[in-house]
């Protein structure tokens, strides 16, 4: 079966202090591996998307890669609206398998 | 603005009851992809369906339906509601079916049973 294990569960950053959210599965032939945002009481919005080890995508203070293992959010000079839960998600049959989610909290 | 649009946003109904929860993909979409998110298990898929069609059943109780019209908007029914179900339920809409292109996720409707 299709796994998502995301780590840590809960992570407390200062602005400014640079850290990295891991997403490691497993999966039988990846067929992409998403990343959302997620704040309390809403629905998650979509980041990013990465298909092949290697690969690398950046938006903002947020960049993700890919290995054949795991993703990695790392996450430069945080700011406190940067505090949410991020989720990655792989393809698993017609749906995506979410993890549980990584719960930042930014402070000033 | 995802372009997901769910209503209603809140409801508060009692134990036995049922309701339906409706979800508008955004334009030019066929798939769109029910999800359940209650504080201990994270985000479940329950259904998706394709232009109209079931194409793929999750973690759906049978007390739980869905359906997608000809305009591609989408119903999710709930009956004989529990206490249990009380959770967010989510909406997605992805322009193909194969899960491997970016869903959008609409605000969600917040379920609380009584």
């Known amino acids: 079966e299709d796994q998502v294990t995301q780590s840590p569960e809960a992570l407390r950053l200062q602005e400014g202090e640079s850290s990295s959210l891991n997403c490691s599965y497993t999966?039988?032939?990846?067929?992409?591996l998403f990343w959302y945002r997620q704040d309390p009481g809403k629905g998650p919005e979509f980041l990013f998307t990465l298909y092949s080890a290697g690969e690398e995508k950046e938006k903002e203070r947020l960049k993700a890669t890919l290995t054949k293992k795991e993703s990695f959010l790392h996450i430069t000079a945080p700011k406190p609206e940067d505090s949410a839960t991020y989720l990655c998600?792989?393809?698993?049959?017609?749906?995506?398998?979410f993890g549980k989610g990584t719960s930042l909290l930014v402070t000033p | 603005d995802s372009g997901v649009t769910q209503t209603p946003k809140h409801l508060i109904t009692a134990t036995g009851q049922r309701v339906t929860l409706r979800c508008s993909p955004r334009?030019?979409?066929?798939?769109v992809y029910w999800y359940q998110q209650s504080l201990d298990q994270g985000l479940q898929f329950l259904i998706q369906?394709?232009?109209?069609?079931?194409?793929a059943k999750g973690n759906i109780l049978e007390r739980f339906s869905a359906q997608q019209f000809p305009d591609l908007h989408s119903e999710l029914n709930l009956s004989s509601l529990e206490l249990g179900d009380s959770a967010l339920y989510f909406c997605?809409?992805?322009?193909?079916?194969?899960?491997?292109?970016?869903?959008?996720f609409g605000q969600g409707t917040r379920l609380t049973v009584v």
């Open positions: 369906y394709y232009n109209g069609e079931e194409r």
């Open positions: 997605a809409s992805s322009v193909q079916a194969g899960g491997n292109t970016e869903a959008f």
């Open positions: 334009s030019g979409d066929l798939s």
């Open positions: 998600a792989v393809p698993s049959g017609y749906a995506l398998n």
């Open positions: 999966v039988s032939g990846l067929r992409g």
